[in-house]
């Protein structure tokens, strides 16, 4: 299964980047790596402050407003008290899908033991799935090779195209 037509969008959750303090390497890192997987085009990119209400707005307005496939976060996710990502995400959402959000931290826990740390969740808002990244570089490449992998069945479900090829790929593997 492979992706086709999918609008992106990379949100980045970061007081010192919407500051221009230091350069969005986690954003730009997403922005880069969605673009060049095929059938894939960043319609969105935006560093907003950890606030949840800015956080949220931002989420909403893509969801809603232009009908992104997929929103991709980083930023947000830790302890501090300023990392207010899930809490802005999980309150929009209408379904959270928790086993993609622990893959994310179960391969990132093969590189750190910090990774289970991570409070990120996935979910969907209407037809829109939604994933909280951590905000290093590090950890964006190693949830991208998650996501390489479960996107396109992902959005194939949410689109209602992947029910019927699953089934068929389940008769086959237990065929004798």
Request: net charge positive; glycine share 10%; charged share 25%.
């Amino acid at each position: 299964m492979s992706l086709h037509n999918v609008k992106a969008g990379v949100l980045t959750a970061s007081d010192r980047a919407s500051r221009g303090v230091y350069n969005d390497e986690s954003g730009k890192l997403l922005r880069e790596r969605l673009s060049a997987m095929e059938g894939v085009e960043v319609r969105r990119y935006d560093v907003v402050p950890d606030k949840r209400k800015a956080i949220a707005a931002c989420l909403r307005r893509w969801c809603d407003g232009d009908a992104l496939d997929v929103i991709l976060t980083t930023g947000g996710t830790g302890l501090s008290p300023r990392d207010v990502t899930p809490e802005a995400t999980r309150g929009l959402l209408d379904k959270e899908i928790p086993g993609l959000a622990e893959a994310l931290r179960l391969e990132g826990s093969g590189f750190t033991p910090l990774a289970w740390l991570s409070r990120g969740i996935a979910g969907l808002r209407g037809k829109t799935l939604i994933v909280n990244l951590p905000g290093s570089p590090q950890a964006v490449e190693q949830s991208l090779r998650v996501l390489a992998r479960l996107l396109p069945h992902a959005l194939a479900m949410v689109r209602g195209e992947a029910h019927a090829e699953s089934g068929k790929a389940r008769r086959h593997a237990f065929r004798g």
